[in-house]
């Protein structure tokens, strides 16, 4: 049974950095893509960052580009989002999601939300 367990959520102040994790089980992170998403009140799902598990390709939307780091350990089977630099923009519930199925270019599962099995979600506050 496919799993993926987000954590890592909280309030931070603008300017500082938060680390996320995605606990995956039921698969390896050595095929297909994984990827992180996020959904602020009243707006669209958004895939702001995602890899290619493949060959570690990424792929990063505009918004978080330059800011956010998507890696992975494979030991752990965890996924990691960096996020630096935050701004209040950034507040949302912040979704690990993954398909080891399929094996696209990496931009396809950011840019049309193509993912198979979705975690619960995390929320990230950027307040002061």
């Known amino acids: 049974q496919v799993q993926l367990v987000e954590s890592g959520g909280g309030l931070v102040q603008p300017g500082g950095s938060l680390r996320l994790s995605c606990a995956a089980s039921g698969f390896t992170l050595d095929h297909g893509a994984i990827g992180w998403f996020r959904q602020a009140p009243g707006e669209e799902r958004e895939g702001g960052s995602c890899m290619r598990l493949s060959d570690r390709s ?11 780091t998507i890696s992975r350990d494979n030991a ?38 193509a993912m198979h099995f979705w975690g619960k979600g995390t929320l990230v506050t950027v307040s002061s």
């Open 58 to 68: 990424t792929y990063y939307a505009d918004s978080v580009k330059g800011r956010f």
């Open 76 to 113: 752990k089977n965890t996924v990691y989002l960096q996020m630096n630099s935050l701004k209040p923009d950034d507040t949302a519930v912040y979704y690990c999601a993954a398909d080891p199925f399929t094996d696209y270019i990496v931009g396809y599962y950011c840019i049309n939300n």
